[in-house]
């Protein structure tokens, strides 16, 4: 096999398992940027939209479309839950109880999963058959399916925040709350639905990932450290950033295993990650500083 | 005189009620399994086994009239969750005998404690370093990855597959594989290309297989336990690999199947006999043993045994074998489990001073994956 | 203490903060001193052991103790630094597997390993943390976090030193007392559980000491505002520094004295979710006293153990009591508990 079709295929696995970062990594900038809380349990959601899926597909032999959407719906809800329990300490607490508290609910979504949904890997189908070859790399078409989702959320978040009032009214919220608040908007219904499409952009990033990784209920906490991983270069807080980032991350990685070495694969991450924090805190791509 | 006679009667037949009611005390054994956690495909099977069997014995006068109990803890895959419950076990419950972990980390970490206890431990784990160098009183029931990797070294030389590649799950099981590769592929004269490794909890290999596709291998071998090595499988097929795939005994197992859906097909493996039981002779000597203990399984729990909870079979099965020769004192037990042949679910075990596991290669039998069946081959 | 001068200066400001604080020594009604209470606990400990005739209760109360000393250690960084180590699992590992590793392959005696590898995880925690908390915000939690996941992969990858998953067997015991000691099952459990509380006794005066000292004003004060600290001549980002080595060699020496209880070390008891589960034991305890990491590791421990009966449920147990205490009670047991007692004694006194 040639070194074209080699470094081809490296480029493909590192794009899909990027967009899952990538997509992972819009779920913790939502939340940051409404409610400056760093979401520890948006792995879970990711795990949680997996998880549903292929359960509800498995044992309630639910078409993929209507599984789908019931993940999506299931984890938007718990993320609802979240969102919730997070308003009344999110004044007065410190960062270390927010973050406690959404690590708390991590631990919770995982127990809760591994009752209900069982401690065994589940597999799920493939969104569709067949594969595609670009010089003799294989692109696999559940990677096709991750971009094409992966982009439509990011289109569609745009769209949410350009185009309707309550994207708006997140984006004032985010800027300035006492601005937001003279204005008029619900500080706490802007954080409940901060949490909503937190858990509804895991559960999707989750559904589109099993059918490649397997769902399993204690997926969450590696993808979700990596996503945070990619929202940190990218600058916390920055869309863009944080989609890029998550893409370079998946490249690297998959580089990174392919011409060095794969047994330090998952230490790549974190090795960036100090990196950023020791030179360039404020993450490599993001214009202002942010404090 | 007669109403002396008939107090003294009374007496006696108190006597005799109140001996009778505590007469036979309770023989009592410890286990120690991962029931909740990533690993509970391991402790599930091996708790349910456990508990099946002293339901039977029980029911069948106990061992030699006492009654039999095991106090299942579990350990949750954490080593000082373990170690607690050995303690536990064995200072509070006063066990005579453990049988477990289900881990070779756990197993371990409760080693050192249960030899110092001396109360024999049966582990139930595949490390072959827990009983290497031997501790008196700890001793394993699973098969040692030295000859599970003799037996994949035996069938690549047969088959004339001497350049492979290898891949391992960097879990404690994939390691020790990838160790024993190292040592034993030299000798066998196997040249193993390209050594790559997976974390068990990564979405997708193929940056690793396209490494190995680089170096063009005959076979690949890869040696992990559930989920990772089906994600292999996926994804060579995903990959259009045609290579051989040559899997490690953590696969034999029902759920790698349903895992890996059609890309387990032609996948390579040694396994105990208990998944191909309907294939071996009759004149074999486990056949009696594991359609028994498939059986009853099934029976009682409605689906089929597999290999983890055979590993407990085995343990548990030495501990009341012994019993019912010496007794509950731990040392006699020791010495007699170190005594003991028993045909077993996970071979044939002959247990010595120098060899605390019993078992060989022959342990193995090398099983193809045809069709989402098992098919042993010859 | 003295009544607040007038307010708008920085200086007043920040001399203000560091009379209320963040710290509230007023646990159980009392202030100044906690060495009599240390000297309290300590005689509980002593006298504990004869109180049970089984030595199960003795381990739990040795991993309580191991945990306690790592919890001290991080509640200095927590409550007083006001900085979250995310990682610090890593530090406990470093401790653990660098003592077992220079005892078992170079055969170094205890009262020399022990030390090293205090020293070396000090030295490591200087480098982390000297780039990081130079600067404002919460980058050391976020270091720590991506420095404890390499540290654990680190463990389990390099073979060479680490012996990789399988882990370093074979570790010699804490023995100062003689072998006889080390080899008696129950007399071993004795002696270390007498090593590890009088290690987290004498690790408790010294952290209330420090807490109580000009330097100890001078952290409260970076925790409340570190303009305003550094307006006063507080080394801020030196002291910072300082207390996160000083948090990880607590640590360190937490490690070692469970390789050698042990006597087994392998990655799995370093990852991230312990760095968590230490987190947790600082915060449900209480950030705002030293006591705080005594409570969260007890009650951490003994829920742990308590738990395991139900199963199933004890993960989903222990995610919603630890929501439910950091929503009602965020500034952790310890302060409630002393709360609850102060509104008992003020109702009390009013009738």
Redesign the interface.
């Known amino acids: 096999?040639d070194l074209a079709s080699?470094l081809l295929?490296?480029l493909?696995?590192?794009i899909?398992?990027g967009s899952?970062y990538a997509i992972i990594a819009l779920g913790f900038t939502v939340v940051y940027n409404c409610t400056e809380v760093i979401n520890f349990a948006q792995g879970e959601f990711v795990m949680l939209g997996a998880m549903v899926a292929a359960w509800s597909i498995i044992t309630l032999h639910l078409p993929l479309p209507i599984a789908f959407l019931l993940a999506v719906a299931v984890t938007s809800v718990v993320g609802i839950g979240l969102g919730c329990?997070v308003i009344?300490?999110l004044k007065r607490?410190?960062?270390?109880?927010l973050?406690?508290?959404t690590?708390?609910?991590?631990?919770?979504?995982?127990?809760?999963a591994?009752?209900i949904l069982g401690?065994?890997?589940l597999?799920m189908p493939q969104f569709s058959e067949g594969?595609v070859m670009v010089a003799n790399a294989?692109i696999?078409p559940q990677s096709l399916w991750i971009l094409g989702v992966g982009l439509a959320c990011v289109v569609l978040l745009r769209l949410f925040y350009d185009k309707t009032m309550v994207g708006r009214a997140m984006r004032a919220t985010a800027c300035s709350k006492e601005g937001a608040l003279t204005v008029g908007i619900n500080i706490n219904r802007m954080v409940v639905i901060s949490f909503a499409l937190a858990g509804a952009i895991g559960a999707v990033a989750g559904v589109i990932?099993a059918p490649?990784?397997?769902a399993?209920f204690?997926?969450g906490?590696?993808?979700g450290?990596k996503g945070?991983?990619a929202a940190?270069f990218g600058g916390l807080g920055n869309f863009g950033g944080g989609i890029l980032a998550g893409l370079m991350l998946g490249i690297i990685?998959?580089?990174g295993?392919?011409?060095i070495s794969?047994?330090?694969?998952?230490?790549i991450a974190?090795?960036l990650?100090?990196g950023i924090?020791?030179?360039r805190?404020q993450g490599v791509l993001s214009g202002r500083k942010r404090? | 005189m007669k109403r002396a006679l008939i107090v003294l009667g009374a007496a006696a037949l108190l006597a005799v009620a109140w001996t009778s009611a505590y007469g036979a005390e309770t023989y009592k054994i410890g286990a120690i399994f991962s029931i909740t956690g990533a690993n509970a495909p391991l402790g599930v099977p091996e708790k349910d086994t456990v508990e099946m069997i002293v339901e039977q014995i029980n029911k069948t006068g106990g061992i030699n009239g006492h009654k039999l109990e095991a106090i299942v803890m579990d350990d949750a895959g954490d080593e000082t969750k373990a170690n607690l419950a050995a303690k536990k076990l064995i200072e509070s419950d006063k066990v005579c005998a453990i049988v477990g972990p289900s881990l070779t980390g756990t197993s371990l970490a409760v080693a050192a404690g249960a030899q110092a206890a001396r109360i024999p431990l049966i582990s139930c784990a595949a490390g072959a370093v827990i009983v290497t160098p031997t501790k008196p009183y700890v001793f394993k029931t699973a098969q040692s990855d030295i000859h599970a990797v003799a037996k994949v070294l035996d069938y690549l030389k047969a088959h004339d597959l001497t350049r492979v590649a290898f891949l391992n799950v960097t879990n404690a099981f994939g390691k020790s594989g990838k160790d024993q590769m190292q040592k034993q592929s030299p000798r066998a004269g196997i040249r193993v290309i390209a050594w790559d490794e997976f974390g068990d909890k990564d979405t997708n290999m193929t940056a690793q297989l396209t490494r190995i596709r680089g170096k063009n291998p005959q076979a690949v071998v890869c040696w992990g336990t559930n989920p990772g090595p089906a994600l292999v499988a996926r994804d060579m097929k995903a990959l259009k690999m045609k290579t051989p795939l040559i899997m490690s005994h953590g696969i034999a197992n029902k759920k790698f199947i349903e895992l890996a859906g059609d890309a387990a097909d032609g996948v390579i493996f040694p396994a105990g006999r208990l998944i191909v039981v309907n294939e071996i002779a009759r004149n074999e000597p486990q056949r009696k043993a594991l359609l028994g203990y498939a059986a009853a399984f099934k029976k009682k729990y409605g689906r089929d045994p597999d290999t983890f909870g055979g590993h407990a079979w085995d343990a548990v099965m030495l501990v009341v074998r012994a019993m019912r020769k010496v007794g509950d004192d731990p040392a006699k037990i020791r010495d007699e489990v170190e005594k003991t042949r028993l045909v077993g679910i996970s071979g044939v075990f002959a247990f010595s001073p120098t060899d605390h596991n019993g078992l060989g290669k022959d342990a193995f039998v090398m099983v193809q994956i045809k069709n989402g069946k098992w098919k042993m081959l010859t | 203490m003295s009544a607040r001068e007038s307010p708008a200066s920085p200086t007043s400001e920040a001399l203000a903060q560091v009379e209320k604080g963040h710290l509230d020594r007023r646990v159980l009604g009392l202030s100044r001193p906690t060495w009599p209470f240390v000297l309290a606990l300590a005689v509980a400990m002593a006298i504990l052991p004869f109180c049970f005739n089984n030595t199960y209760y003795i381990t739990v109360l040795i991993f309580i103790g191991i945990n306690t000393i790592t919890a001290v250690g991080l509640n200095l960084l927590m409550g007083y630094a006001g900085q979250v180590s995310l990682g610090h699992a890593a530090f406990v590992g470093l401790g653990a597997y660098t003592s077992a590793i220079l005892s078992t392959k170079l055969g170094l005696p205890l009262w020399a390993t022990i030390p090293a590898a205090v020293a070396l995880t000090s030295l490591i925690a200087y480098l982390v943390g000297m780039p990081t908390l130079r600067l404002q915000g919460h980058y050391l939690a976020m270091a720590t976090l991506g420095f404890g996941i390499i540290a654990y992969i680190v463990f389990k990858q390099w073979d060479l030193v680490t012996s990789g998953t399988s882990g370093i067997v074979d570790v010699p015991p804490l023995s100062p007392f003689g072998r006889t000691y080390a080899e008696t099952p129950r007399l071993f459990d004795l002696q270390t559980y007498y090593i590890v509380w009088a290690a987290a006794c004498l690790l408790l005066v010294l952290s209330a000491n420090i807490v109580d000292s000009r330097v100890g004003r001078a952290f409260r004060a970076v925790h409340g505002s570190e303009v305003a600290a550094s307006t006063l001549g507080v080394n801020v980002s030196g002291f910072k520094i300082q207390v996160f080595v000083l948090s990880a060699a607590y640590a360190a020496l937490a490690g070692c004295l469970y390789a050698h209880y042990v006597k087994f070390v392998n990655p799995e008891p370093f990852r991230f979710t312990f760095s968590i589960e230490l987190v947790v034991m600082v915060v449900i305890g209480g950030m705002a006293s030293v006591w705080g990491a005594v409570v969260g590791a007890g009650t951490i421990t003994i829920l742990s153990e308590l738990l395991r009966s139900v199963g199933d449920y004890d993960v989903i147990a222990f995610g919603v009591i630890l929501m439910v205490i950091m929503t009602f009670m965020p500034q952790g047991l310890t302060r409630a508990a002393s709360d609850l007692l102060q509104a008992i004694l003020r109702g009390r006194r009013n009738r």
């Open positions: 096999m080699q295929q490296y493909f696995a590192g899909t398992a899952i329990v009344p300490p607490a410190s960062v270390v109880t973050i406690i508290i690590i708390g609910g991590s631990i919770l979504f995982r127990g809760l591994m009752l401690q065994d890997a597999p594969s294989v696999m990932v490649i990784s397997l399993s204690d997926m906490t590696m993808l450290l945070f991983c940190i990685e998959s580089f295993a392919g011409y794969s047994q330090y694969k998952d230490a974190f090795v990650l100090l924090l020791f030179f805190p404090e």
